[in-house]
């Protein structure tokens, strides 16, 4: 089976590409469909193609922040596979599409020592990424850090056009539906984004690298580092 459409699978070792490819099967991830709750026992590990999936913090007044994008470059539920514990988090599919998927106990039966350091970099690169998001939801404007999600998911996809509503995208910042209408207002006024219902196009990549906050670079490079190939 290809991997070339998972940066992460393409990054492991041979020996454990093929091995995953026995057991590894193609699935479509639709968009808004909810892979783990919190508190669930994860039993699936996914490997997005060009779908992307938030991991989203639930509180309990009900509203949701996101923590992590996972697309090509990373892995859905790598936590449940090195240590078998429950998810701290919602793990929902933002803008749908097709990727691998395991279950965590045949993961586990072919997991080599290089395998399981790869899922830890990946863990440890998920991690530094949810304190980054921390830092710029409390510091960063509104305008900045909806620019570098829009960029991240634009680097996941490929594409120009997202499926992405107004409330979708304020539940992934954390604000008000109308802090983004806003916003987005604004971008459209500058050149940057094109906005209908339900649909955003990214009109001018550079301006919008401009207008966004430094995690975007930061987020970036983080996964740049993590599916480059290691032979240690």
Same mark, same amino acid.
């Given at each position: 089976?290809?991997?070339?459409? !998972?940066?992460?699978?393409?990054?492991?070792?041979? #020996?454990?590409?093929? /091995?995953?490819?026995?057991?590894?099967?193609?699935?479509?991830?639709?968009?808004?469909?909810?892979?783990?709750?919190?508190?669930?026992?994860?039993?699936?590990?996914?490997?997005?193609? #060009?779908? $992307?999936? !938030? &991991?989203?913090?639930?509180?309990? !007044?009900?509203?949701? $922040?996101?923590?992590?994008?996972?697309?090509?470059?990373?892995? @859905?539920?790598?936590?449940? *596979?090195?240590?078998?514990?429950?998810?701290?988090?919602?793990?929902? @599919?933002?803008?749908?599409?097709?990727?691998?998927?395991? !279950?965590?106990?045949?993961?586990?039966?072919?997991?080599?020592?290089? &395998?399981?350091?790869?899922?830890?970099?990946?863990?440890?690169?998920?991690? /530094?990424?949810?304190?980054?998001?921390?830092?710029?939801?409390?510091?960063?404007?509104?305008?900045?850090?909806?620019?570098?999600? &829009?960029?991240?998911?634009?680097?996941?996809? +490929?594409?120009?056009? &997202?499926?992405?509503?107004?409330?979708?995208?304020?539940?992934?910042?954390?604000?008000?539906?109308?802090?983004?209408?806003?916003? *987005?207002?604004?971008?459209?006024?500058?050149?940057?984004?094109?906005?209908?219902? +339900?649909? @955003?196009?990214?009109?001018?990549?550079? *301006?919008?690298?401009? %207008?966004? %906050?430094?995690?975007?670079?930061?987020?970036?490079?983080?996964?740049?580092?993590? @599916?480059?190939?290691?032979? #240690?």
């Amino acid at each position: 089976m290809s991997h070339a459409s !998972s940066a992460f699978l393409t990054s492991l070792a041979a #020996d454990d590409q093929s /091995a995953l490819g026995q057991i590894l099967m193609e699935v479509s991830m639709a968009q808004s469909e909810v892979l783990y709750e919190p508190h669930q026992l994860m039993t699936s590990v996914y490997f997005p193609f #060009d779908a $992307v999936v !938030s &991991l989203v913090i639930v509180l309990s !007044s009900g509203d949701t $922040v996101e923590t992590a994008m996972i697309g090509h470059d990373g892995v @859905v539920g790598a936590g449940g *596979a090195l240590d078998g514990r429950v998810s701290a988090d919602r793990a929902i @599919v933002q803008i749908g599409g097709r990727g691998l998927k395991c !279950s965590i106990e045949k993961l586990r039966s072919i997991m080599s020592q290089s &395998l399981q350091l790869a899922l830890f970099r990946h863990q440890q690169t998920v991690l /530094a990424n949810a304190q980054q998001s921390a830092a710029c939801n409390i510091t960063h404007p509104v305008e900045g850090r909806l620019a570098r999600w &829009l960029l991240r998911a634009h680097d996941l996809t +490929g594409e120009k056009n &997202l499926p992405l509503t107004q409330q979708f995208l304020a539940e992934m910042l954390g604000v008000q539906r109308s802090s983004v209408s806003i916003v *987005a207002h604004t971008l459209q006024q500058a050149g940057l984004i094109r906005y209908r219902r +339900g649909h @955003v196009e990214l009109v001018d990549i550079e *301006a919008l690298r401009e %207008c966004a %906050c430094e995690c975007y670079d930061a987020v970036r490079m983080s996964y740049e580092a993590l @599916v480059r190939p290691h032979n #240690d």
